[in-house]
């Protein structure tokens, strides 16, 4: 068997015992650039440009989680853990939040695409057993998650609304039609802590035991594999947050603020955060690496074009963007951005792209517009809980790859016969990883497929990896 194994720096430990409130909030490892009491904002608004620091998050956490056990339903240690909690918003400030009130509970989030359509939305909502629904303002996702709501049985009392940070400002109201808002559920909780006492904290949280990690479900985000229905995928705790540790070992994260490494300056970065947060690649790369890496990030609700983007790149100075190949496309297509050039290179310093191929010609487009730019393609799945390849620090620029195996990551490239491909062949991209998932919600039969023994998966795309360890996908 061969078996490829990455060439950069490995985590020594990964945390099988913490859920993702843990990890976000109270793991502090000496790898971690700690922003404690540095009121260092971590969490912006794009809009109105608020912002949180960490512990005005975790605050705000707190109060969302014991509002939610209080007025969600049932008995308030019980009432959400195990249960599924789904999103249907753009990206919002309030989005994390709701994300990890609800693992401080137990929950499991299940982000659904903004843009489905009310029978898609109800199909995500059945076949993942939600049981709430948080539905952003805006009257078309009101409309829809409504419709989707009541057809999937779920309860008014059990539908929240998420205002944007700009509707907060002016109000912040309790109910909207007789549904509890987020800001309305913080409010509660925190009516909650100043009644009954910090002890409330304690009696509502849902801690893992040793392992737990390892099987307790975070997300059920949905994938369509590779044939069929949109499937739910398993992601355990300790799956994004092996993603995270291997992020900052892979691209060498100091662990002190403020200083500089080969791609990060932790306290000083910005992050774009326009990938919407439902996908794999926006929730785990943009709002857990890189906040964990000390990266503040730009929740822009959706992407509105080339101008609106690079405003906002340098209104709060993004130094790090995550993209998808059409906004490479746009970019390099629109005389539009001939007049930020001079302005967004000096402040640009990363620029990652994934979710779909970026061509060799595309890229050096880019790069022509960019120069000296660190840039570099991504690869991972839904079923990998995101990042298993990535463009390395200080790589010469290999245009078209999917980029190097990533930290504590191995690799096979498998023939159609199961035997494995020889040296510069072809053959389906196998990975290997403590990033990899549990398999589908209640399909067995598509999960023994792509799960195979050894803790390998099938990815459903041909690869070759060649001398210097690039991947490049040459089919899917």
């Given amino acids: 068997m061969t078996i490829y194994t990455s060439k950069y720096p490995s985590v020594d430990h990964f945390p099988t015992d913490m859920d993702l409130y843990t990890f976000m909030f109270e793991y502090f490892p000496k790898n971690r650039p700690d922003p404690r009491g540095k009121r260092i904002p971590l969490l912006i608004d794009d809009d109105t440009g608020k912002s949180l620091t960490l512990e005005d998050m975790h605050e705000r956490v707190d109060h969302l989680s014991l509002g939610m056990a ?5 008995d308030s240690k019980k009432s959400i853990n195990d249960q599924t909690v789904a999103i249907f918003s753009v990206n919002t400030i309030d989005y994390p939040i709701i994300v990890w009130a609800t693992h401080r509970l137990g929950g499991v989030i299940s982000g659904a695409n903004p843009a489905y359509t009310s029978s898609e939305l109800k199909y995500q909502l059945e076949a993942s057993g939600a049981k709430t629904l948080f539905v952003g303002e805006d009257p078309a996702s009101l409309k829809v998650g409504l419709e989707a709501a009541e057809k999937a049985g779920i309860p008014k009392e059990r539908v929240v609304i998420i205002q944007s940070a700009a509707t907060m400002a002016k109000k912040g109201s309790e ?50 594999g590779t044939t ?18 291997q992020y900052l070992a892979f ?13 990060h300056t932790p306290g000083k970065d910005v992050a774009l955060g326009v990938l919407p947060w439902f996908h794999i690649y926006g929730l785990v790369v943009t709002l857990h690496s890189m906040m964990w890496s000390g990266t503040a990030v730009v929740g822009i609700p959706r992407f509105r074009g080339i101008v609106p983007f690079l405003d906002s790149v ?4 993004i130094s ?22 001079d302005r967004v290179r000096q402040i640009v310093r990363y620029c990652m792209v994934g979710a779909a191929p970026c061509s060799d010609e595309l890229s050096r ?3 022509a517009k960019l120069p000296g730019l660190d840039f570099g393609q991504g690869y991972g799945m839904t079923e990998t ?16 790859s999917a980029g190097r195996i990533f930290s504590n990551t191995e690799a096979r490239i498998v023939k159609p016969d199961g035997k494995d491909a020889a040296k510069g062949e072809s053959g389906e991209l196998l990975m290997r990883g403590p990033q990899i998932t549990l398999g589908y919600l209640n399909n067995q039969k598509a999960t023994e497929e792509m799960w195979l023994e050894g803790g390998w998966l099938r990815t459903g795309d041909e690869a070759i990896i060649n001398d210097a360890g690039d991947v490049y996908i040459v089919d899917r």
Avoid: C
Avoid at 314 to 317: A, E, G, P, T, V
Avoid at 325 to 340: C, H
């Fill in 251 to 263: 691209n060498e994260v100091p662990n002190k603020l403020g200083v500089r490494g080969v791609r």
């Fill in 314 to 317: 340098l209104k709060y100075r």
């Fill in 385 to 400: 809980s995101t990042v298993v390849t990535l463009a390395a620090p200080r790589q010469e620029a290999a245009y078209g």
């Fill in 70 to 74: 209080e007025n969600l339903g049932g």
């Fill in 228 to 245: 069929g229905l949109p499937k739910g995928v398993k992601i355990a705790h300790s799956n994004p947050i092996a993603n995270v540790l």
């Fill in 175 to 224: 109910k909207v039609d007789g549904h509890w808002t987020v800001s309305g559920l913080v409010e509660a909780g925190a009516k909650i802590l100043k009644k009954k006492g910090r002890g409330v904290l304690s009696s509502t949280r849902r801690k893992l035991k040793p392992s737990e990690g390892k099987t307790k479900l975070a997300f059920l985000s949905f994938s369509s």
């Fill in 320 to 341: 790090h963007w995550t993209l998808v190949p059409p906004m490479i496309v746009l970019f390099v297509k629109d005389p539009a951005v001939e007049k930020y050039l």
């Fill in 365 to 367: 487009q880019f790069m």
